[in-house]
């Protein structure tokens, strides 16, 4: 995936420079949800969907994680039929080192097939819903502070009975 935008310093001399910003797979986030719990649907602050990440892992070249204890997802569903994801996770690298990683701007626009496959607890494709999210992380280790230093961008999709894939690409 590529995206274009201008080159700054090329403006003083009224010259126009674009390059483009490569996004680079880096890893590969799998949970797996437990719920959910009785919808919020009546709240003056809008309906939500609380679900539990129960099981995870983060995997790439450079970093191997699994979830550490339960995570949650708090999923706003819009009046646009937009679902909204708002998810804690904590990790644990496979050297010990504590990773804190959430995403409060992520995007499922459904689809029937989306609807179907999460009714029927099976996969879908990558193009079957628009499933994205900017995940961010935290860590204090220097190996890993990669992941405070670069901005990153997923796109999901059902992987199984109450899986979750996302494919998590780095913006070089």
């Given at each position: 995936?590529?995206?274009?935008?201008?080159?700054?310093?090329?403006?003083?001399?009224n010259?126009?420079?674009?390059?483009?910003?490569?996004?680079?797979?880096?890893?590969?986030?799998?949970e797996?949800i437990?719920?959910?719990?009785?919808?919020?649907?009546?709240?003056?602050?809008?309906?939500?969907?609380?679900?539990?990440?129960?099981?995870?892992?983060?995997?790439?070249?450079?970093?191997?994680?699994?979830?550490?204890?339960?995570?949650?997802?708090?999923?706003?569903?819009?009046?646009?039929?937009?679902?909204?994801?708002?998810?804690?996770?904590?990790?644990?690298?496979?050297?010990?080192?504590?990773?804190?990683?959430?995403?409060?701007?992520?995007?499922?626009?459904?689809?029937?097939?989306?609807?179907?496959?999460?009714?029927?607890?099976?996969?879908?494709?990558?193009s079957?819903?628009?499933?994205?999210?900017?995940?961010?992380?935290?860590?204090?280790?220097?190996?890993?502070?990669?992941?405070?230093?670069?901005?990153?961008?997923?796109?999901?999709?059902?992987?199984?009975?109450?899986?979750?894939?996302?494919?998590?690409?780095?913006?070089?």
């Amino acid at each position: 995936m590529v995206l274009l935008v201008s080159d700054e310093s090329r403006k003083k001399t009224n010259e126009r420079h674009v390059h483009m910003i490569e996004l680079k797979q880096e890893m590969i986030y799998r949970e797996t949800i437990e719920g959910p719990l009785e919808s919020t649907k009546g709240s003056p602050f809008g309906e939500r969907l609380c679900w539990k990440v129960s099981a995870g892992s983060l995997s790439g070249p450079r970093i191997q994680a699994t979830v550490a204890m339960p995570g949650t997802d708090w999923m706003r569903l819009g009046a646009d039929g937009m679902r909204r994801q708002d998810s804690r996770v904590q990790l644990v690298t496979d050297d010990g080192v504590t990773i804190l990683f959430h995403y409060d701007t992520g995007l499922i626009r459904s689809s029937d097939a989306f609807l179907n496959a999460l009714a029927n607890g099976t996969e879908t494709q990558w193009s079957d819903q628009y499933m994205r999210m900017i995940p961010e992380f935290e860590v204090g280790s220097k190996k890993y502070a990669w992941l405070n230093q670069n901005l990153f961008v997923a796109e999901g999709r059902l992987a199984g009975p109450k899986q979750i894939e996302y494919a998590i690409y780095r913006l070089s």
